[in-house]
């Protein structure tokens, strides 16, 4: 029986307050650390759990050979892109710390792992339980075709009144999880990851955030 759309659109991101709140905390603890990758991550956060997320597709754009990986001035220009006020100094600090192996570049899967704030075990089963209850084909990535195995979406008000096809609350419902710079409709694994560390870092306990999650998706 396909579960209400509507309840996950506004409850499921159903964290704008805590969402706000962690913005606010973000941009009070970047006057009290000097830990350069923490400040970035700080920065990020500021912007909401969609912050990190959007910083890696602004490193997407800029790699342009899909090698995954920049060199300095890439990632210089990917923070410029991402209007991330950043010294060069702490630019350089922050891109020395990644490239371990001093070959001049980074991969930047690994940055934005790393960059992610850090999630327990219980956090991270908890996101994969409600990715594995969406990817209904099992492929790893969750699409239209995905949802509509799992959500009824004519509850929806904007398709009741007309403004929407079905496809369209798909979409605005997957946007949620895809970065700001190029939603394209597929949210992976890394992505929906991605999505919940910055919501994760808004919630305190992990007993609470598991409860949310397992009322949010009916887990």
Not at 109 to 138: C, H, W, Y
Not at 166 to 195: I, W
Request: glycine share 6%; charged share 30%.
């Amino acid at each position: 029986n396909p579960v209400c759309l509507r309840a996950f659109v506004f409850q499921m991101p159903g964290t704008a307050r805590h969402d706000r709140e962690m913005a606010i905390q973000a941009k009070k603890n970047l006057s009290k650390t000097t830990d350069p990758v923490e400040r970035l991550r700080l920065k990020c956060l500021a912007r909401g759990s969609a912050g990190i997320k959007g910083l890696g597709k602004a490193f997407q754009i800029m790699d342009d050979d899909n090698s995954r990986t920049l060199d300095f001035k890439e990632f210089v220009k990917g923070l410029n892109d991402y209007a991330m006020m950043i010294d060069k100094e702490e630019a350089q600090e922050i891109f020395r710390i990644f490239d371990k192996d001093g070959s001049g570049t980074i991969d930047f899967d690994e940055f934005l792992v790393t960059l992610r704030p850090p999630m327990s075990n219980a956090r991270k089963e908890i996101i994969m339980q409600a990715f594995r209850k969406l990817d209904k084909t099992g492929d790893g990535v969750i699409t239209i075709e995905d949802l509509r195995g799992v959500y009824n979406a004519k509850h929806h008000p904007k398709y009741q009144n007309g403004d929407w096809t079905e496809d369209q609350v798909f979409r605005a419902f997957l946007d949620n999880f895809d970065s700001p710079y190029d939603k394209d409709g597929k949210v992976t694994t890394e992505e929906f990851m991605n999505y919940y560390a910055g919501v994760s870092a808004s919630i305190d306990t992990d007993v609470y955030f598991i409860i949310m999650m397992k009322n949010a998706w009916k887990l």
